[in-house]
């Protein structure tokens, strides 16, 4: 059974980086027709596409964030990893990794990590 | 980016009613529309896919519809497991997007 699991810090200062990772267990990485994705809830709010990285190392961003992102992987760990620079309160959400999968041309989020809080403050 | 607008954003209901969400998408997306279940502190969980592929384990009475800019989920009968919000998203272009999220409430 695959599964994924997000960790790293739960509190940031404002200005500084956000560091998360997602372990995947149960499957490699680098096989099938996946792309490997960030996306984040505010409380409340609701859900907003960082961004993913395919198993060629190709990444894709969501311009909004694309100044401050980056999305890399390391294939023998089996995990991929989120970056966000230049944080604010406006980043505080609940981070969520996620498997992109696509049959017959569609692409969908069939798996879902169980999110890990990040707060920004002082 | 692609909009999509989903509506309405809270809807009040009974066990056993059959419930429609509506989601519009700003321009054309073919069939890249799909619908995810997310409860209080949980992560989403994929319902629909491909406007109408049911997930694998999803239980029949979820069923979505629809193409281009209009799409629509329906649950036929409410369980009490049900109540909860859901979202839709499109796959057609980068950047993803989502709805705005609809609240099922008894």
């Known amino acids: 059974q695959v599964q994924l699991q997000e960790s790293g810090p739960g509190l940031v200062k404002p200005s500084q980086t956000l560091s998360l990772t997602c372990t995947v267990s149960?499957?490699?990485?680098?096989?099938?027709?996946?792309?490997w994705n960030w996306i984040r809830q505010p409380a409340g709010k609701g859900l907003e596409w960082i961004g993913r990285?395919?198993?060629?190392?190709?990444?894709d961003y969501n311009p909004s964030l694309k100044s401050r992102v980056t999305i890399s992987a390391d294939m023998s760990k089996k995990q991929f990893s989120l970056t966000l620079s230049s944080v604010t309160a406006a980043d505080t959400a609940v981070y969520y990794c996620?498997?992109?999968?696509?049959?017959?041309?569609?692409?969908?989020?069939?798996?879902w990590g169980r999110g890990t809080l990040v707060t920004v403050s002082s | 980016d692609i909009q999509v607008n989903q509506s309405p954003s809270s809807l009040s209901a009974s066990v056993g009613d059959r419930v429609t969400i509506t989601c519009r998408a700003s321009?054309?997306?073919?069939?890249?529309l799909n619908w995810f279940q997310q409860k209080p502190g949980k992560a989403p969980n994929l319902l629909i896919y491909?406007?109408?592929s049911l997930q694998s384990g999803v239980p029949s009475r979820f069923s979505g519809s629809g193409s281009g800019t209009d799409f629509t989920l329906t649950i036929s009968s409410l369980q009490p497991e049900d109540f909860a919000t859901y979202f839709c998203?499109?796959?057609?272009?980068?950047?993803?997007?989502f709805g705005q999220g609809t609240k099922l409430e008894i």
């Open positions: 996620a498997r992109d999968r696509e049959v017959g041309a569609y692409w969908y989020f069939d798996l």
């Open positions: 149960g499957d490699s990485i680098s096989s099938g027709s996946y792309s």
């Open positions: 990285i395919f198993k060629s190392g190709t990444t």
């Open positions: 321009q054309t997306i073919s069939r890249y």
């Open positions: 491909a406007a109408s």
């Open positions: 998203q499109q796959s057609y272009s980068s950047p993803y997007t």
